[in-house]
């Protein structure tokens, strides 16, 4: 568990990486903003800020994401010329 203190902004990274690769997989666009939340995080974590502050800035980044951005995406997803 030392490990993950001394290195958090990689730990973000990481799991920033893997929800990435994830969302190619399942292409619903979810994993994608939680992965921005994970980037929210690892620039937290590289300014040595907190744990908590971290994992707030990650949730709220995710949040913000999932209610802001995806629907404006899956929108104009959607609107697209029919195939």
Do not use: Y
Request: aromatic fraction near 6%; hydrophobic fraction near 65%.
């Amino acid at each position: 568990m030392e490990w993950f203190r001394d290195h958090m902004w990689e730990t973000w990274l990481g799991l920033a990486i893997l929800l990435g690769v994830a969302e190619m997989f399942s292409l619903d666009l979810i994993l994608m903003m939680l992965a921005v939340g994970a980037v929210a995080g690892m620039l937290t974590a590289a300014l040595d800020l907190n744990v908590a502050v971290q994992i707030l800035a990650a949730a709220s980044a995710s949040i913000a994401m999932l209610a802001l951005v995806r629907p404006n995406m899956i929108k104009r997803l959607e609107t697209g010329p029919p195939l």
